[in-house]
T-cell receptor, first 116, second 113 residues
Framework: GAVVSQHPSRVICKSGTSVKIECRSL??????MFWYRQFPKQSLMLMAT?????????EQGVEKDKFLINHASLTLSTLTVTSAHPEDSSFYIC????????????FGNGTRLTVT | DQQVKQNSPSLSVQEGRISILNCDYT??????FLWYKKYPAEGPTFLIS?????DKNEDGRFTVFLNKSAKHLSLHIVPSQPGDSAVYFC????????????FGAGTILRVKS
């Protein structure tokens, strides 16, 4: 069965609104959460890494004030796209990783965000 | 700088034949290489991995080969099945860089029956 639950799977929102994406780790405690983004015909790009209870680390070029990450518990992390614009339309995927695991093997099913 | 490259955007193979997906990398610090399979509108699912200290890893129909001197790895699927049709991503990480996965752009595999 699924070990990662990501919701919603698809969301359409108007420009200027905020969207929250939830990622739950079902089978293990996710001390680390990776958030990825995939634009059409491009590879998955890491946006940020968060560790439970601490601030997320953002990759170069990713605005931390626009993509708010909360990782308050070992089973739940959220990504909020604030004041969304059409260029934020993308496929967002989370990947929780347990402690002492050297590779993030599990991914959520992704959220297709369309900003109109 | 694209550290992991999959130069073939697509591959078409007849059912029953071998599918060979290729991946090149530039960072010699990568410790681990992974292959993921992705269907449309779904997240990637893990297929097979290989440590940098090995040159081959086999799991059922899937075999990954690593050539460190050439900084090249490949995924062999044999025999190919129509259900294997998906996008395949090569990924790599280095423990020195915090285990962050770096993905290739993906190769679309179509297995024709």
């Amino acid at each position: 069965g699924a070990v990662v639950s990501q919701h919603p799977s698809r969301v359409i929102c108007k420009s200027g609104t905020s969207v929250k994406i939830e990622c739950r780790s079902l089978d293990f405690q996710a001390t680390t959460m990776f958030w990825y983004r995939q634009f059409p015909k491009q590879s998955l790009m890491l946006m940020a890494t968060s560790n439970e209870g601490s601030k997320a680390t953002y990759e170069q070029g990713v605005e931390k004030d626009k993509f708010l990450i909360n990782h308050a518990s070992l089973t739940l992390s959220t990504l909020t796209v604030t004041s969304a614009h059409p260029e934020d339309s993308s496929f967002y995927i989370c990947s929780p990783s347990p402690r002492n695991n050297n590779s993030p093997l599990h991914f959520g099913n992704g959220t297709r965000l369309t900003v109109t | 700088d694209q550290q992991v490259k999959q130069n073939s955007p697509s591959l078409s193979v007849q059912e029953g034949r071998i599918s060979i997906l290729n991946c090149d990398y530039t960072n010699s610090m990568f410790d681990y290489f992974l292959w993921y399979k992705k269907y449309p509108a779904e997240g990637p699912t893990f297929l097979i991995s290989i440590s940098s200290i090995k040159d081959k890893n086999e799991d059922g129909r899937f075999t990954v080969f690593l050539n460190k001197s050439a900084k090249h790895l490949s995924l062999h699927i044999v025999p190919s099945q129509p259900g294997d049709s998906a996008v395949y991503f090569c990924a790599a990480y280095s423990m020195e860089y915090g285990n962050k996965l770096v993905f290739g752009a993906g190769t679309i595999l179509r297995v024709k029956s």
